[in-house]
């Protein structure tokens, strides 16, 4: 049984705080995966970049593209703080006895204007073979039109959740879930399943958000349900029920 579990950036850091993580969800979600992953399942792992990866590419406008020399030291400020969340996230994993191996994005993937172009799935395969866990994670990436642009964990989940075939599809978010309104409204309430037909207003998400934030999270979700994925969207600390379908306060997408 495969698992796609998408950490998204706000759950995972503080988006309000640059470089700041949110130490006690990676430590919830290691022990979640942990216990699971003991119990058979296995897992394709994938974080967002929250406040070590949004603020930098958005002060060099990596989505936009270009090859001035600013937008190199862009890319490689971003790559640099991408890999430092990504090993904070793998050293606790390691932890809690997860055999969680880092892949680089950019290096098995890349974009043509703006949009994924290839991405190698069968280093994924192999990796999964031998019971490893892969951590990936939205990044900035070569593109071939651009020259830099910004592959988003979103996108990345539910492509290689379709690809590989996963059972479920799980997104972590900070909100906990999706809402009828923003989060923060007054009348805002949880739904508890969500189809391409429900009504909402998406609002923008706190902090710095280059990926599109939570319209493009329900699109790719959307995709992958059509094919046939469980995919669930809520909060870290029903991660376990999501993974299994259990009940609790999180929302179920509908093909």
């Known amino acids: 049984m495969l698992a796609v579990v ?74 640099y703080w991408m890999t430092k969340l990504n090993t904070y996230v793998v050293k606790t994993l390691l932890v809690y006895g997860v055999p969680a191996v880092s892949i680089q994005t ?25 019971r490893l866990v892969p951590v990936l994670y939205g990044d900035a990436v070569l593109d071939t039109i651009r020259g830099f642009s910004i592959l988003s ?7 290689v959740a379709i690809h590989l075939g996963a059972e479920v599809l799980v997104y972590v978010m900070g909100s906990g ?4 309104r923003p989060p923060e409204s007054p009348d805002a309430t949880l739904l508890r399943e969500i189809s391409r037909k429900s009504f909402l207003t998406v609002g923008e998400a706190s902090g710095i958000d280059v990926t599109g934030g939570l319209r493009e999270k329900l699109e790719e979700a959307f995709a992958a349900a059509e094919k046939g994925i469980k995919v669930n969207i809520g909060g870290i600390s029903f991660l376990e029920e999501m993974i299994l379908g259990a009940e609790a306060p999180y929302t179920r997408v509908l093909p």
């Open 153 to 159: 964990g979103d996108t990345l989940a539910s492509r």
């Open 177 to 180: 879930g999706v809402y009828s």
């Open 6 to 79: 998408k950490l998204g950036g706000s759950a995972i850091t503080n988006k309000a705080k640059p470089y700041t993580v949110r130490r006690e969800n990676i430590v919830k979600a290691s022990k979640t995966i942990s216990k699971l992953y003991s119990k058979g399942w296995e897992f394709v792992l994938i974080h967002g970049g929250g406040s070590f990866g949004h603020p930098t590419a958005a002060k060099y406008r990596l989505q936009e593209g270009g090859l001035e020399p600013e937008k190199l030291r862009g890319y490689a400020e971003t790559r």
């Open 106 to 130: 950019s290096a098995v993937a890349y974009n043509a204007n703006g949009k994924m172009a290839r991405f190698d799935y069968e280093i994924i395969r192999e990796m999964l073979s031998r």
